[in-house]
Structure formats: structure tokens, C-alpha cells
């Protein structure tokens, strides 16, 4: 077994580790009740009262918290402490709306950065290791969350934020990065730069901790290749944290949620029932050590299953499976859902890489949806197959995936804009029209 970063909390007996939280739960609950009115006033509502909770088989009986709360209760009405006590403040993205903040004193930062050094050193790394992190910093959790947490391995850290793929490729080369943090999609543009100027051999990095969008195991393939390095992925949301709320260990197979600071329940996103463990439905997750911003049954969006079945490498936390996105990623297209996943697993099949975007529009009463892909410089180079047949053969594979027949569209080589955060694959046009 590796070395761990904290063996005793990671590799903890299942019941143990029950124990641990069923005790947190309990205490957090009250702390939430007293001085949480949002909370306070909800669980009145409900008739529940703090005592009712008495460990983790209890929580089914708190109410859910939702994104449009956060939204409402914009930007203090979910402050567990007084503002003084906060230290910093970070905010989502923006991908799905207004953006949100979250607050956090000097502890729930420890425990934030905490995550996030167990997961570098899920991912092999060591104070020998340099840690290049080109997530973005600022109000973004990506970059300050990495950063921390490569402090506490005591890795040499190059705070590098996104952008400017040539200094990128300078450092990486000069400073000799091991460890690459960023989106996926950014690692897929650094694995195609390294390898346009010849630079693979001058690269020493082994590992990449890649996350902030969904990703699938073909672009880990591709990504892997093209940089001759193992590709961990790594999940969060600035509502709960930040990155490090789950992540992948050496066997690259489902994330472990650090389950002594969250608590993972899956439930059916249409009638918020619990569901039992291995079923796919909304990933929710009650905070049960923060202090400044400690959300209770947080629901996600986000759709996964979770797995208790033991983890080779000895860690016991329960682990979710990749998300397929969230449950807005989702388009009804010509009455069929449809995942962006979906189509990018059918275009890296045929060997292209995710330089992908998918058009969604409806003309009259109909919906159209295109998938725009660019040529490999490889494809583009072999004129013996004609585009036609190509875009053919991606429709086929489509009409297979998805049931419904899409537009293609076969472009250049960097005809699409390349991503530096998280990439925008959806261009839905539709809501112009409603
Ligand atoms: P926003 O919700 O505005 O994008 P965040 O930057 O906090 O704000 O992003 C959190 C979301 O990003 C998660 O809820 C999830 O949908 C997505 N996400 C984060 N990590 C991953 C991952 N490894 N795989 C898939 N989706 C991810
Ligand atoms: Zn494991």
C-alpha cells in the first residue's frame, strides 16, 4: 500500500467511520439549528426538531437545500458564523446561472486543502513532486483549492492559473512539472501543444488531476497518450468546498468521497426518495465539519451512483462513479435525451479528439441539433477518405448512441475555439425562442 496521507481516516473500518460521522451529524445539526435561521425555519416547518437527529440513519428527515435557495438567501442568509469569523469567499462558475458564494472561516479552509492534498497524494505525489496548477485562481475554487492542497504535501507548487499555453509549456518544460492540475479539457489542449512543437520528451510530468467538468474514459485515454502520464479525476462544488470532495486513487475506478467531512446520499430527483446504494439518481451531500457556510442535503444535480464494494487500495470511503453531468446538461432533443457525453464517447471511438461543440436550435416546431468536430491533423492529412464518408460514419455512430438522426458537420483543425476552464460543448439556442 502507498503512503497515505492520513491512513487513519482514509483506510478507517466502515463502522468506525459511521460512528465518526453519526457524532458530527448530530453536533453539526445543532450548530446549523442555532444559528442558521434558513435552517432553523425549515426544520420547524417540518416539525423536526434537533434531537430528532441522532446519527446518520436520522438524516433523511432534514429538508433538502436546493441551488434557488442558495440564490435566495444571496449572499449571507446561510452564514453559520458572524462575518468576521470568515476568511475568505469563493463563488461558483456561473455555468448554470447566477453565481452563487460560499463562505469559509480558517478551518473549513484546513479541511477544503486537507481534500485536496489527499487527493494529489491519491495521485502518487510527494514534497518531491512539482505541482503545476493551471485551473483558474480567483473566485474559482479550482486553482486555490489545488494550490492548498499542494502546500500541505509540500510539493513545489507553481500557481500557474489558466491560460497562455505558451508560458504553460515553458515552465512545465524548465521547472519540470510532475503533477498537471487542470480541467480536462484544458489537459487535452496542453497534450495537443506538447505534441505540435515536439516537446514530449522534454516533459517529465507522471500524473494529472484533472476535474470541474465531466469527462469520459475516452478522453482519459487520449489524455493519458498524449501526455505519457496516469489521469486521476477529481470532482467538487464550491457550495460544499471545492475540488477534493471526492477523488479517484491508483485504480482510477470511481471517486472516494471523503466521507469524514460529507455525507453522500442518492435520491430519485423527481420524488426525493433515498434510493438504495448502486442506483443512479441526484448526488446529495450534507457538510458535517463546516463552519461558515455548512450546507445541509445540498442537492447537486449532479446524476451518479455511488459503490460500497471494497476499493483495492484500501481505502474504505464510499465512492461515486463518474457523473454523467448534471441533470441540466441534459437536452430533450426531438423528444430524446441526449448527454453530451453520449457524443463525445461515439466521436473519440472513431479516433477524434474532444474538440467537439453541439448546436442545438429548433426551426418551426422542430428541433435540430449539429455536432460540429475537428479533423485530427492526421485525418486531415489522409485525402483518402472523402469528409463525406467520415461525417456518414459519425451520424451512424450517433443514430446508434442517441436513436435520432444528427447533423454533422467535419471541420479543420483548430476551427473550434479551444477551452482553458471548462469547456463550453452546448450551444442551445432553443431558449432564445420561449
Ligand atoms: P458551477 O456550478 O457554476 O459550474 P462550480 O465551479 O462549483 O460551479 O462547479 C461544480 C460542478 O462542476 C459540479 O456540481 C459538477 O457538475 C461539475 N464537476 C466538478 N467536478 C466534476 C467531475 N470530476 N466530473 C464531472 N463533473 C464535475
Ligand atoms: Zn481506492
Redesign the pocket.
Known amino acids: 500500500m502507498k503512503n497515505y496521507y492520513q491512513p487513519e481516516i482514509e483506510i478507517m473500518p466502515l463502522d468506525q467511520l459511521q460512528a465518526l460521522q453519526s457524532e458530527r451529524l448530530k453536533e453539526q445539526v445543532k450548530f446549523v439549528y442555532e444559528n442558521v435561521k434558513f435552517y432553523h425555519d425549515r426544520m420547524d416547518e417540518l416539525g423536526v426538531k434537533p434531537e430528532d437527529i441522532q446519527g446518520i440513519d436520522d438524516l433523511h428527515k432534514l429538508p433538502f437545500i436546493t441551488?434557488d435557495d442558495l440564490r435566495d438567501q444571496y449572499p449571507y442568509g446561510l452564514l453559520g458564523v458572524p462575518l468576521e469569523e470568515c476568511v475568505r469567499i469563493q463563488?461558483?462558475?456561473?455555468?448554470?446561472?447566477r453565481?452563487?458564494v460560499a463562505f469559509y472561516t480558517q478551518e473549513d479552509l484546513d479541511v477544503w486543502e486537507e481534500c485536496c492534498a489527499r487527493a494529489i497524494v491519491a495521485a502518487g505525489g510527494t514534497k518531491e513532486d512539482v505541482c503545476h496548477v493551471c485551473y483558474g485562481y480567483g473566485l474559482?475554487?479550482?486553482g486555490p483549492g489545488l494550490n492548498g492542497g499542494s502546500h500541505k504535501v509540500g510539493c513545489l507548487t507553481l500557481p500557474m492559473s489558466s491560460g497562455n499555453t505558451e508560458r504553460q509549456l515553458q515552465f512545465m518544460t524548465d521547472l519540470g512539472s510532475t503533477i498537471l492540475c487542470c480541467t480536462?479539457s484544458y489537459a487535452a489542449n496542453l497534450g495537443e501543444a506538447v505534441n505540435e512543437r515536439g516537446l514530449r520528451d522534454q516533459i517529465k510530468l507522471k500524473a494529472g488531476i484533472?476535474?470541474?467538468?465531466?469527462?469520459t474514459e475516452e478522453m482519459r485515454h487520449n489524455i493519458e497518450e498524449s501526455l505519457g502520464i496516469k489521469a486521476y479525476?477529481?470532482?467538487?462544488?464550491?457550495?460544499i468546498s471545492?475540488?477534493g470532495v471526492?477523488f479517484e486513487c491508483e485504480e482510477q475506478a470511481g471517486?472516494h468521497i471523503q466521507e469524514d467531512h460529507f455525507i453522500a446520499e442518492i435520491i430519485d430527483p423527481d420524488t426525493g426518495e433515498v434510493l438504495p446504494e448502486g442506483e443512479v439518481g441526484e448526488l446529495v451531500f450534507t457538510c458535517i465539519t463546516k463552519k461558515a457556510f455548512p450546507l445541509m442535503r445540498y442537492r447537486?444535480?449532479?446524476l451518479c451512483r455511488l459503490t460500497r464494494k471494497p476499493c483495492p487500495c484500501g481505502r474504505t470511503h464510499v465512492r461515486m462513479m463518474?457523473?454523467?453531468?448534471?441533470s441540466d446538461?441534459m437536452m430533450i432533443v426531438k423528444g430524446v435525451n441526449v448527454w453530451p457525453s453520449q457524443i463525445e464517447t461515439v466521436l473519440l471511438n472513431q479516433g477524434y479528439q474532444a474538440n467537439y461543440q453541439i448546436v442545438v436550435d429548433r426551426v418551426g416546431n422542430n428541433d435540430t441539433i449539429e455536432v460540429q468536430v475537428e479533423l485530427t491533423p492526421e485525418m486531415a492529412e489522409d485525402k483518402s477518405i472523402p469528409i463525406e464518408k467520415r461525417q456518414k460514419k459519425i451520424v451512424s455512430g450517433l443514430k446508434s448512441m442517441l436513436g435520432i438522426t444528427v447533423d454533422v458537420k467535419v471541420v479543420e483543425p483548430k476551427a473550434i475555439a479551444r477551452s482553458e476552464g471548462?469547456a463550453v460543448r452546448v450551444i442551445d439556442k432553443r431558449h432564445l425562442y420561449q
Open positions: 441551488k463563488s461558483t462558475s456561473g455555468t448554470t446561472g453565481r452563487v474559482f475554487t479550482g480536462p484533472f476535474g470541474a467538468e465531466p469527462w479525476d477529481i470532482y467538487g462544488l464550491t457550495e471545492g475540488p471526492s471517486m447537486t444535480r449532479d463518474k457523473p454523467k453531468g448534471r446538461d471548462k
